[in-house]
């Protein structure tokens, strides 16, 4: 409804019905009518309107009265009872007005409610029916077509007329052709919907008219199509349909705006060849769109109604009589006779094209067809068009009664009539009346007699037709046609605004080429020899092919300043006008930008072709007469001259990367900076980004991670994609394959075969996206391997197996297409593509792989190519075989290890493209249907893909990683190495992660075990125990128990990663890895468990004696305080405090004196490390026990200096010897150093000495020599550090005697004795005990909870707090140190980096630790989150004993520790010293005081925490956060046997250590023969026939290619790459002197080119290395 237009309608109305519009004035509301409410207009079609309202009448309403007006219709009228109402037979696109009055019983009307509805036309009314209704005005993108959804892949019938477009677009996109025939599963089924058996005839529903709806014309369908799609998609559709044969539209119509489009546009995208009879001769052939030529067209039409059928004729005119195509959609075919709705006024055309063979052209020369669809008296303009354009005109014409005065107007073509005599409508004497008048020679009249078929008809027809096109003059192409169409008011699509600005910007660029090869030359400069030359420095620089004697350091930076040099060169070169013009014309509006590429790329193939033309005729001239050599110059000519679209934006890509290496401020680079973007938005709209350049065999790295950066931003970052690539031999049809798969337009222009590889990004729907795991498809397609232009180029071989592997590498499935009649070239390309596969196989990667056999057209091909497919197989096993020796992989034996392979599944049979022979064949419906069945295999293999897919930026890694892989020849290690960097990171940092959780709960489990321990046999213990050794036996079973079952979670975590995760495979080789360190981490965590509770086990029952007589004297002393206290009550005297305090010293003497004798029993801690050392060293000889049988109490003052053994006095290398020294020396202090630490630590817990404690330092020392062979050395270290040792645990075993003399600890709690004492004598006991006990028993317990709670807390913040990437693992705690140290840019950071790696680590971590807890909030928030957690549990322990009524004050006690216990260890001493004097009495009222104690004890503690600086909190803790932090972050403690790097892995029981980034050597101390510091890197060296001298040796020589035979369980991967190890070599330089000295050796000599190196550039060597962005 317009409600806009209501007001006019409403007078209108009024007028018409003689009613006032004023406002009713009801009298009597039961007696006046009321107009209708809400009225709505509930449908529209063509010819229907149907209206709804509401009553509003209070009254009788007897029914309504409706009436429409129209101002081209007499008004209807209808009456209705109801509350709706149905217009029918109404006009189509008119807008009619409706009033709706209601009527009373009594007779009465009311006034009018009023609306209005336009009715659709009749295109409107067809598109909704075919669903396209809002398509039309949004219009249709070929992008939104090739979208990826269920129905692309299913052959599933159309269910109703919605269904029709798209099912025709889907067959149509993959050039079947059958597209055409296409209809309703509902109608074509309608006979079986009939009942079955004898239930007598229904002739209505046998003889009766079938339903119009359930069908629609072809024809229809193409028009609402073409109707409703954009100029990109017509110009798709029209290649395709060509491709099919099909007619194509010439004039569309728009029965909704009776406006008529030329489609020069549509039709510009098509390409044929031909052969004329002139050129058979020759062999030459034509190859143009089909819009440039000039043909003669000859057009067919029809004036009334026809009894023969025009488009069947005309068939049969342009078709062969072996090889007949239905061109044109005639009445005999499917839904050919359904009446056409729109298509009416459609012209329709075809071109016969001669192929040259005499016996098969129908016409020698090309002609071009227009078919006029409808009468010529209703189509007059197109008629006229076509008598201006067309050689000659057919009118099909039976009826002569009046209609052929149209035939008289004067015409400017020559007019044939086809009659059909034998008509019954025919009339002789009409026929030659009319025949006069019109004054047609008899030569122009051709009849249609019974006598006469159809093959000689059509005969007699094409003869004439090659008369008209042999003699006449009048020949137009279809741009000529275009002046015509504007003549008469018909619309060119062409001359839309943006295709015209389109065009013009192509023109301008195109319209100055003359030479493609020299046009290339001087305006795409950047993309010849230059980037030719870079990509092969890029491969050298990795390769290193040529360095022979030359420094490598040296020639690396050679070949750094060369690629710099040839960079700067690009930057300096002027671009181009035609290069800025066309970056402007891609940075237009998306609709002109689309255009002008498709300009592009047309006015691009016709120069290329016209070019490429004639130079393939001048070599045709000159292989009879001339050289080699002539021939060979005009070969390399053909080479170059191929310009295409790619080209373009190759040069903008180098341009791009030319500049991308300045500073981002730079605002020379900041003008290039849009043009990844510019690229990501046409990949999104379907245009090939160029992956590998055809030209130099290189990728544009930084260009094309650009582009997908961007693209990352245009869609969801997450979205997942799966690759599809074909490989295969040159012009076996590989473009045309994907290009009928997916409906896509991979070049395929003559003369020119792909080069490089091409990508194409194709959507998923949204909701298939679910079901086959991607969101968007990338189709790959690939230039042909075997390429005749690089077969007599040295590395063509080399060239395919790097394509090969590059596009193996990046696939999900990858299709080998093999042509059926080439076996030796197709042997060399199974050669190369196995080895591809088996590369793959080797990173982790198995691929799935489809054989793809074309040119079979065997029905039986499957069964019968059974044998085939075995030999296939016998020779993929062989040439597995082959490539694994080559690869050094011998393991692989078969192509089905290599990757996954079924040979029933895994080939596919596909017959030829053509059916029969070009230019008019059409597309095989078996090449499309069978190409069909592999699309839909294809995502069947995709569905069923176990492997997760990729995201955007891990398909560019992978693609950076492939490539850089490839420039160093070692694509199994390098690629390895590249990729699982990333994933070994991220597996580590999840195994960190449930490591960690498992360590919290065991240090949990632990806190717990010794709480119960401590409590043992006191009030607060909680265990049933009988002794001690019982309660360490329940403790360790249960533990033991959790341990069993936090190994399996881990265990099961891990095998669960392994499962799900898609880049596991790449890391598969360290899953043992990880289960090991699961393992291990299980029995270090038992062992430890065990050992601590031993341990405090021990000292609990080294105790029993001491608390036994603490115990016995404190009841002897209650007893005789009780007693005074009773004999003082007697007396009733009252006594002063002083004289209580007498009577009570006098008591304390007397019950104290039986323990001054009493003292705990003293031990020979010298004695006893001395005997765990010489257990210790016992596996080493009697000579070995000898040296450390001496006195302890002699060694370890001082420092230790190493002592070298005797096999090193063999060595006579002076400075070999200082070397060995040093070495020893430093790693001897690291040992001093980390044992004193421990030693430190013991000394803090305040207990006694324990045998444990000297044997987990012995432990330490053993693990950090790893199996020294100087014996000497290792017994002087380990004497020193237990001399040490003892003499420190001496004065802890000291100092726990003196803490702990019985008459000591008793007399701590004389004051505590007489006040309580005190208190019971003046009845003021119950509050000043409930305090006491809150303040002495309860605080100091809470307070060590909160402390060793806080612990695992602390390390947990640092790990998976705010900032989680520096702790998460290894490799990101290495980085972050760098990056850090970097920052600080120190020598003295440096060098303790270097030389005392872990004590610069602790020191590095305990700074994080404070900065992170600097503000003083984070442990304020956990100490109160613990402190609440104590209160908790003492509030409930308080609850539960008071339960117990009848409980004394001392069992309320008892009662409450006992609640506690497995939580509070709280001191026996405070305990027993509180629990005297309570007492018999209820605890109620003491209750009652301790929860007020306990509340102000919160207070207390809450004000202390605030008013507590952190860093007396962090002291508090000890070294245990600290410590914890870095055993799960230094890991094993390697270093490099080179640089001296520590090691990096991540999992705990790695067999293999690595390193992200070596160092010089020099770093490490390592010096020439001169002395001077060295500054070869190692992962230089690995790769260099250099050899080198060590201790590991023995002072011999020993290639460093080799040292795996030395250093077994290193892995220092070969890594060419210049900047690699800038990081360190800027710190080697900046402090060359600095080390030297360091070193005491000379500075190295520092290659000039290292002092080039920025910091910046450190930095960036640095992310580069740990792969951070």
């Known amino acids: 409804m317009n409600e806009e237009d209501l007001p006019d309608a409403s007078e209108s109305l009024s007028e018409a019905s003689g009613h006032s519009s004023r406002e009713h004035q009801p009298n009597d509301l039961l007696n006046e009518a009321i107009p209708p409410g809400n009225v709505e207009v509930s449908h529209v079609s063509s010819s229907k309107v149907s209206l709804t309202w509401e009553t509003q009448s209070a009254g009788e309403v007897g029914?309504?009265?409706?009436?429409?007006?129209?101002?081209?219709?007499?008004?209807?009228?209808?009456?209705?009872?109801?509350?709706?109402?149905?217009?029918?037979?109404?006009?189509?696109?008119?807008?009619?007005?409706?009033?709706?009055?209601?009527?009373?019983?009594?007779?009465?009307?009311?006034?009018?409610?009023?609306?209005?509805?336009?009715?659709?036309?009749?295109?409107?009314?067809?598109?909704?029916?075919?669903?396209?209704?809002?398509?039309y005005k949004e219009k249709l993108s070929l992008s939104s077509v090739l979208q990826i959804d269920k129905k692309a892949v299913t052959e599933e019938a159309a269910k109703c007329l919605s269904d029709l477009p798209w099912c025709f677009l889907k067959r149509l996109m993959m050039v079947n052709g059958t597209a055409r025939n296409v209809k309703c599963s509902a109608g074509s089924e309608s006979q079986q919907d009939l009942p079955c058996g004898n239930v007598g005839l229904d002739l209505y529903t046998i003889l009766g008219p079938k339903k119009s709806g359930e069908f629609v014309n072809p024809l229809d369908i193409i028009t609402a199509l073409f109707l409703c799609s954009n100029g990109l998609l017509q110009q798709e559709m029209a290649v395709k349909m060509s491709m099919c044969q099909f007619g194509l539209p010439l004039l569309l119509p728009d029965c909704g705006t009776q406006k008529h489009t030329l489609m020069l546009w549509a039709?510009?995208?098509?390409?044929?060849?031909?052969?004329?009879?002139?050129?058979?001769?020759?062999?030459?052939?034509?190859?143009?769109?089909?819009?440039?030529?000039?043909?003669?067209?000859?057009?067919?039409?029809?004036?009334?109604?026809?009894?023969?059928?025009?488009?069947?004729?005309?068939?049969?005119?342009?078709?062969?009589?072996?090889?007949?195509?239905?061109?044109?959609?005639?009445?005999?075919?499917?839904?050919?006779?359904?009446?056409?709705?729109?298509?009416?006024?459609?012209?329709?055309?075809?071109?016969?094209?001669?192929?040259?063979?005499?016996?098969?052209?129908?016409?020698?020369?090309?002609?071009?067809?227009?078919?006029?669809?409808?009468?010529?008296?209703?189509?007059?303009?197109?008629?006229?068009?076509?008598?201006?354009?067309?050689?000659?005109?057919?009118?099909?014409?039976?009826?002569?009664?009046?209609?052929?005065?149209?035939?008289?107007?004067?015409?400017?073509?020559?007019?044939?009539?086809?009659?059909?005599?034998?008509?019954?409508?025919?009339?002789?004497?009409?026929?030659?009346?009319?025949?006069?008048?019109?004054?047609?020679?008899?030569?122009?009249?051709?009849?249609?007699?019974?006598?006469?078929?159809?093959?000689?008809?059509?005969?007699?027809?094409?003869?004439?037709?090659?008369?008209?096109?042999?003699?006449?003059?009048?020949?137009?192409?279809?741009?000529?046609?275009?002046?015509?169409?504007?003549?008469?008011?018909?619309?060119?699509?062409?001359?839309?605004?943006?295709?015209?600005?389109?065009?013009?910007?192509?023109?301008?660029?195109?319209?100055?080429?003359?030479?493609?090869?020299?046009?290339?030359?001087?305006?795409?400069?950047?993309?010849?020899?230059?980037?030719?030359?870079?990509?092969?420095?890029?491969?050298?620089?990795?390769?290193?092919?040529?360095?022979?004697?030359?420094?490598?350091?040296?020639?690396?930076?050679?070949?750094?300043?060369?690629?710099?040099?040839?960079?700067?060169?690009?930057?300096?070169?002027?671009?181009?006008?035609?290069?800025?013009?066309?970056?402007?014309?891609?940075?237009?509006?998306?609709?002109?930008?689309?255009?002008?590429?498709?300009?592009?790329?047309?006015?691009?193939?016709?120069?290329?072709?016209?070019?490429?033309?004639?130079?393939?005729?001048?070599?045709?001239?000159?292989?009879?007469?001339?050289?080699?050599?002539?021939?060979?110059?005009?070969?390399?000519?053909?080479?170059?001259?191929?310009?295409?679209?790619e080209n373009y934006f190759r040069e903008i890509g180098q341009i791009y990367e030319s500049t991308v290496s300045l500073p981002e401020s730079d605002l020379f680079r900041q003008q290039f900076m849009h043009l990844p973007k510019l690229c990501a938005q046409l990949l999104m709209n379907g245009f090939p980004l160029e992956l590998v350049d055809g030209e130099a065999s290189g990728i544009p790295l930084a260009w094309v991670k650009d582009v997908f950066s961007e693209l990352r931003k245009m869609v969801d970052p997450?979205?997942?994609?799966?690759?599809?690539?074909?490989?295969?031999?040159?012009?076996?049809?590989?473009?045309?394959?994907?290009?009928?798969?997916?409906?896509?337009?991979?070049?395929?222009?003559?003369?020119?075969?792909?080069?490089?590889?091409?990508?194409?990004?194709?959507?998923?729907?949204?909701?298939?996206?679910?079901?086959?795991?991607?969101?968007?498809?990338?189709?790959?397609?690939?230039?042909?391997?075997?390429?005749?232009?690089?077969?007599?180029?040295?590395?063509?071989?080399?060239?395919?197996?790097?394509?090969?592997?590059?596009?193996?590498?990046?696939?999900?499935?990858?299709?080998?297409?093999?042509?059926?009649?080439?076996?030796?070239?197709?042997?060399?390309?199974?050669?190369?593509?196995?080895?591809?596969?088996?590369?793959?196989?080797?990173?982790?990667?198995?691929?799935?792989?489809?054989?793809?056999?074309?040119?079979?057209?065997?029905?039986?091909?499957?069964?019968?190519?059974?044998?085939?497919?075995?030999?296939?197989?016998?020779?993929?096993?062989?040439?597995?075989?082959?490539?694994?020796?080559?690869?050094?992989?011998?393991?692989n034996k078969s192509f089905k290890e290599v990757m996954e392979y079924d040979p029933d599944t895994g080939n596919k049979y596909i017959p030829g493209l053509w059916h029969g022979n070009p230019p008019m064949a059409p597309v095989n419906s078996g090449y499309s249907e069978a190409v069909y069945e592999l699309k839909t295999n294809i995502i069947q293999m995709l569905k069923d893909c176990k492997s997760s897919a990729y995201n955007l930026d891990q398909f560019m890694n992978r693609t950076a990683s492939l490539w850089k892989a490839i420039k160093h020849e070692d694509v199994i290690f390098s690629f390895r190495n590249s990729l699982v960097a990333d994933a070994y990171m991220k597996i580590c940092t999840e195994f960190n992660k449930w490591e960690w959780e498992f360590k919290m709960h065991m240090y949990s489990l632990e806190t717990s075990a010794k709480a119960q321990i401590s409590n043992f046999g006191t009030s607060a213990g909680i265990s049933e125990s009988s002794n001690i050794r019982e309660l360490v036996t329940e403790l360790n079973t249960e533990a033991c128990s959790e341990l069993i079952k936090w190994e399996d979670k881990l265990i099961n975590k891990l095998e669960l990663y392994f499962e799900t995760d898609g880049q596991v495979h790449l890391v598969e080789r360290y899953r043992e890895d990880f289960i090991q360190s699961a393992k291990i981490l299980r029995n270090k965590s038992e062992r430890s468990f065990k050992s601590e509770v031993h341990i405090a086990a021990e000292n609990k029952e080294a105790m029993a004696k001491v608390e036994e007589v603490k115990k016995s004297t404190t009841k002897r002393l209650e007893g005789e305080v009780l007693r005074l206290l009773e004999e003082s009550l007697k007396s009733k005297i009252i006594q002063s405090d002083e004289e209580l305090r007498n009577y009570f010293d006098q008591i304390w003497e007397k019950a104290t004196e039986p323990l001054r004798d009493k003292v705990m029993p003293k031990i020979n801690v010298y004695s006893r490390v001395h005997f765990q050392l010489r257990n210790n060293v016992l596996q080493m000889g009697i000579h070995a026990n000898q040296i450390v049988n001496v006195s302890l109490k002699d060694h370890g003052h001082g420092d230790f200096e190493a002592k070298c053994g005797r096999w090193l006095k063999v060595v006579k290398l002076t400075e070999f010897k200082q070397s060995y020294r040093a070495e020893l020396q430093a790693k001897a202090d690291e040992i001093i150093a980390s044992c004193k630490r421990l030693v430190s630590v013991q000394r803090q817990e305040k207990t006694d000495y324990h045998d444990n404690y000297i044997q987990e330092i012995l432990q330490i020392i053993d693990a950090k020599l790893n199996l020294e062979r100087d014996a000497q050395y290792v017994l002087s270290l380990k004497l020193h550090i237990c001399g040490y040792a003892a003499r420190i645990f001496e004065e802890m075993h000291q100092d726990f005697i003196t803490e702990n003399y019985p008459i000591e600890c008793v007399n701590r709690d004389n004051d505590l004795f007489f006040d309580d004492f005190k208190d019971l004598y003046h009845l003021e006991q119950?509050?000043?005990?409930?305090?006491?006990?809150?303040?002495?028993?309860?605080?100091?317990?809470?307070?060590?909870?909160?402390?060793?709670?806080?612990?695992?807390?602390?390390?947990?913040?640092?790990?998976?707090?705010?900032?989680?990437?520096?702790?998460?693992?290894?490799?990101?705690?290495?980085?972050?140190?760098?990056?850090?140290?970097?920052?600080?840019?120190?020598?003295?950071?440096?060098?303790?980096?270097?030389?005392?790696?872990?004590?610069?680590?602790?020191?590095?971590?305990?700074?994080?630790?404070?900065?992170?807890?600097?503000?003083?909030?984070?442990?304020?928030?956990?100490?109160?989150?613990?402190?609440?957690?104590?209160?908790?549990?003492?509030?409930?322990?308080?609850?539960?004993?008071?339960?117990?009524?009848?409980?004394?004050?001392?069992?309320?006690?008892?009662?409450?520790?006992?609640?506690?216990?497995?939580?509070?260890?709280?001191?026996?001493?405070?305990?027993?010293?509180?629990?005297?004097?309570?007492?018999?009495?209820?605890?109620?009222?003491?209750?009652?005081?301790?929860?007020?104690?306990?509340?102000?004890?919160?207070?207390?503690?809450?004000?202390?925490?605030?008013?507590t600086k952190f860093k007396a909190k962090l002291d508090g803790l000890g070294s245990k956060p600290l410590d914890k932090l870095t055993a799960k972050l230094v890991g094993c403690g390697k270093q490099c046997p080179f640089c001296k790097a520590p090691c990096e892995a991540g999992a705990g029981a790695h067999k293999d250590h690595h390193v992200e980034m070596h160092r010089p050597e020099g770093l490490g101390g390592y010096k020439s023969a001169s002395m001077k510091l060295i500054t070869s890197i190692c992962t230089s060296s690995v790769s260099t026939d250099m050899r080198f001298s060590n201790r590991d040796t023995k002072g011999e020589w020993h290639p460093y290619k080799e040292?795996?035979?030395?250093?077994?369980?290193?892995?220092?991967?070969?890594?060419?790459?210049?900047?690699?190890?800038?990081?360190?070599?800027?710190?080697?330089?900046?402090?060359?002197?600095?080390?030297?000295?360091?070193?005491?050796?000379?500075?190295?000599?520092?290659?000039?080119?290292?002092?080039?190196?920025?910091?910046?550039?450190?930095?960036?060597?640095?992310?580069?290395?740990?792969?951070?962005?």
Not at 515 to 530: H, N, V
Not at 738 to 763: A, D, P, Q
Not at 842 to 864: I, M, R, T
Not at 1434 to 1450: P, R
């Open 1326 to 1507: 119950d509050e000043k005990k409930a305090e006491e006990f809150a303040n002495r028993c309860l605080q100091p317990a809470v307070e060590t909870y909160i402390r060793v709670s806080l612990v695992p807390d602390v390390v947990d913040e640092m790990v998976c707090g705010n900032d989680p990437f520096i702790f998460s693992s290894r490799m990101s705690f290495q980085y972050s140190v760098l990056k850090d140290l970097l920052s600080k840019d120190k020598f003295c950071h440096f060098i303790e980096f270097t030389s005392s790696y872990e004590k610069f680590i602790r020191e590095w971590i305990q700074e994080q630790i404070e900065k992170r807890f600097s503000d003083g909030t984070k442990l304020l928030e956990l100490e109160d989150k613990y402190l609440k957690q104590c209160i908790r549990c003492i509030d409930n322990a308080i609850q539960k004993a008071q339960v117990n009524k009848e409980a004394t004050q001392k069992e309320f006690v008892q009662d409450i520790c006992k609640e506690l216990g497995d939580k509070l260890v709280i001191s026996q001493d405070a305990l027993s010293a509180c629990m005297v004097l309570l007492k018999e009495a209820t605890a109620e009222k003491f209750a009652d005081f301790l929860k007020k104690s306990v509340k102000e004890m919160e207070q207390a503690l809450q004000k202390k925490q605030k008013q």
């Open 63 to 135: 029914g309504y009265v409706v009436t429409s007006f129209c101002d081209s219709e007499a008004h209807r009228e209808q009456t209705t009872d109801s509350n709706s109402v149905k217009f029918s037979d109404l006009k189509p696109g008119l807008k009619y007005d409706f009033q709706i009055k209601t009527q009373l019983k009594s007779g009465g009307l009311s006034q009018p409610a009023l609306t209005s509805a336009h009715t659709e036309t009749k295109l409107e009314d067809f598109l909704r029916n075919l669903g396209l209704k809002e398509i």
């Open 267 to 645: 039709l510009r995208g098509i390409v044929k060849k031909y052969r004329t009879q002139a050129l058979s001769g020759t062999k030459s052939f034509i190859e143009k769109s089909i819009v440039v030529p000039e043909i003669p067209m000859v057009s067919f039409v029809r004036l009334g109604e026809g009894s023969l059928s025009k488009s069947e004729i005309l068939n049969t005119l342009l078709s062969n009589p072996q090889q007949y195509h239905n061109t044109f959609v005639h009445h005999t075919m499917e839904c050919g006779n359904v009446p056409r709705e729109i298509a009416d006024g459609l012209v329709e055309t075809s071109w016969y094209f001669p192929c040259g063979g005499q016996n098969i052209d129908i016409f020698n020369e090309p002609v071009a067809v227009a078919n006029l669809r409808g009468d010529i008296s209703l189509c007059e303009l197109q008629y006229s068009f076509l008598c201006k354009t067309s050689a000659a005109v057919f009118v099909f014409l039976d009826n002569f009664d009046n209609q052929y005065e149209l035939l008289k107007k004067q015409h400017e073509t020559e007019i044939f009539l086809i009659v059909n005599v034998d008509n019954k409508n025919f009339n002789s004497e009409r026929f030659t009346k009319v025949l006069k008048e019109l004054r047609l020679p008899q030569t122009n009249i051709v009849c249609k007699r019974k006598e006469v078929n159809n093959a000689d008809f059509a005969k007699a027809l094409q003869d004439i037709v090659t008369n008209i096109v042999k003699n006449t003059e009048k020949k137009n192409s279809i741009a000529q046609m275009a002046d015509i169409a504007t003549e008469l008011g018909i619309m060119v699509d062409e001359n839309a605004s943006d295709c015209r600005k389109a065009e013009k910007n192509a023109e301008a660029i195109t319209s100055k080429i003359t030479d493609t090869a020299q046009y290339k030359e001087k305006e795409l400069p950047r993309q010849g020899s230059i980037w030719k030359e870079l990509t092969q420095l890029e491969k050298e620089e990795c390769r290193l092919r040529k360095v022979g004697d030359k420094d490598i350091e040296k020639y690396k930076f050679g070949l750094h300043q060369q690629k710099a040099k040839l960079r700067e060169q690009q930057r300096d070169m002027d671009i181009s006008n035609d290069v800025i013009s066309f970056m402007k014309a891609i940075s237009c509006p998306a609709v002109e930008q689309a255009y002008f590429l498709k300009w592009m790329q047309i006015k691009i193939d016709n120069l290329s072709r016209e070019h490429l033309s004639n130079l393939r005729a001048e070599y045709k001239h000159k292989s009879k007469n001339s050289s080699k050599e002539e021939l060979k110059v005009i070969d390399q000519q053909l080479s170059r001259s191929y310009l295409g679209i």
């Open 718 to 891: 997450e979205s997942k994609i799966r690759v599809v690539t074909v490989i295969g031999i040159q012009k076996t049809g590989k473009s045309t394959l994907l290009n009928t798969m997916f409906g896509v337009h991979f070049s395929v222009s003559s003369g020119r075969c792909t080069r490089g590889s091409f990508m194409l990004l194709i959507r998923v729907n949204k909701e298939y996206s679910k079901e086959i795991n991607c969101d968007f498809l990338i189709i790959i397609d690939t230039e042909g391997l075997k390429s005749l232009e690089l077969a007599q180029l040295e590395d063509s071989y080399e060239h395919d197996n790097e394509l090969a592997t590059i596009v193996v590498g990046l696939s999900d499935i990858t299709l080998v297409n093999i042509a059926m009649d080439n076996m030796t070239d197709m042997k060399d390309v199974l050669q190369i593509v196995v080895h591809a596969f088996l590369r793959m196989k080797e990173v982790g990667k198995k691929p799935k792989c489809l054989f793809v056999h074309q040119n079979v057209s065997d029905v039986s091909a499957h069964d019968n190519n059974l044998r085939d497919r075995t030999v296939l197989l016998q020779q993929l096993n062989e040439m597995t075989q082959a490539a694994a020796k080559v690869e050094n992989k011998e393991e």
């Open 1603 to 1669: 040292f795996k035979t030395i250093y077994k369980d290193w892995e220092i991967s070969a890594d060419k790459s210049y900047t690699t190890s800038d990081y360190w070599k800027y710190v080697m330089v900046k402090f060359n002197k600095d080390f030297a000295e360091f070193y005491d050796a000379e500075p190295a000599n520092i290659p000039t080119e290292w002092r080039t190196i920025s910091k910046e550039d450190a930095d960036k060597s640095l992310k580069k290395a740990f792969g951070v962005i």
